[in-house]
């Protein structure tokens, strides 16, 4: 089963700020990954899709990039609306898998 | 509008069984593939099971395998998780998800529901 690592799992920052969280493959899943953001008492909201494509309607301070065994989730200009806890999930192959999460919290 | 109503859960006993249930609403629910996918309080997401549009593939998290089983009616637009043998760790919100493009065998979820809750308790 593939395993997925995402880091930092708490994250503090400022208002305007540029924060990248990191995901890690524990074997290649070329581009198929996904990356959600998570509010309190909500579902999952699927912000990027294969790697680096943008969700309809996602605002486009949210970018990512990566491939294989590597990604990023990179939000330029933190809004007030963006503290939440963000996952990546890999769907190159079943089991799916989720990462443990990134909560990004007010500094 | 898309929407995916989840139902069924609720207090069962150890070794019990429950059935959850979600309603696809707003989307030719045929012709995609769904999942479950659970998240006990204050953890993280965990995936349970998938089940493509077509019937073909069906898998599980190895936590679950051999105690849930995923089904959908496409007649009623619902997609079913029949859960046996139930365990404290099972206990967690429920989501049903759908994958985000029609037809295909591998994607992300861009829709999901709001969740039932599964509590596994003597």
């Known amino acids: 089963d593939i395993q997925m690592t995402q880091s930092p799992s708490t994250l503090s920052a400022s208002v305007g700020d540029r924060v990248t969280i990191t995901c890690r493959a524990s074997?290649?899943?070329?581009?198929?990954l996904a990356w959600y953001q998570q509010k309190p008492g909500k579902a999952p909201k699927l912000l990027i899709y294969k790697a680096s494509s943008l969700e309809s309607g996602v605002p486009s301070r949210f970018s990512a990039s990566g491939s294989g065994t590597e990604f990023t989730l990179t939000i330029s200009g933190l809004q007030p609306d963006d503290f939440a806890t963000f996952y990546c999930q890999q769907y190159n192959d079943y089991p799916y898998s989720f990462g443990q999460g990134t909560k990004l919290e007010i500094k | 509008e898309v929407n995916l109503v989840e139902s069924g859960g609720g207090l069962a006993q150890p070794g019990r069984s429950l059935r959850l249930s979600c309603a696809g609403s707003?989307?030719?629910?045929?012709?995609?593939?769904m999942h479950w996918v659970r998240q006990s309080p204050g953890k993280g997401l965990e995936w349970v099971s998938g089940i493509t549009w077509n019937n073909y593939v069906i898998d599980y998290a190895k936590s679950v395998k051999g105690r849930f089983i995923i089904s959908r009616d496409t007649a009623k637009n619902s997609l079913y998780l029949q859960m046996d043998s139930l365990r404290p760790e099972d206990s967690a919100l429920y989501y049903c998800?759908?994958?985000?493009?029609?037809?295909?065998?591998?994607?992300?979820?861009?829709?999901w529901g709001q969740g039932t809750m599964v509590t596994v308790a003597s």
């Open positions: 998800a759908k994958d985000r493009s029609s037809g295909g065998i591998r994607d992300s979820f861009d829709m």
């Open positions: 074997q290649n899943i070329r581009s198929w």
């Open positions: 707003g989307f030719t629910f045929g012709d995609y593939t």
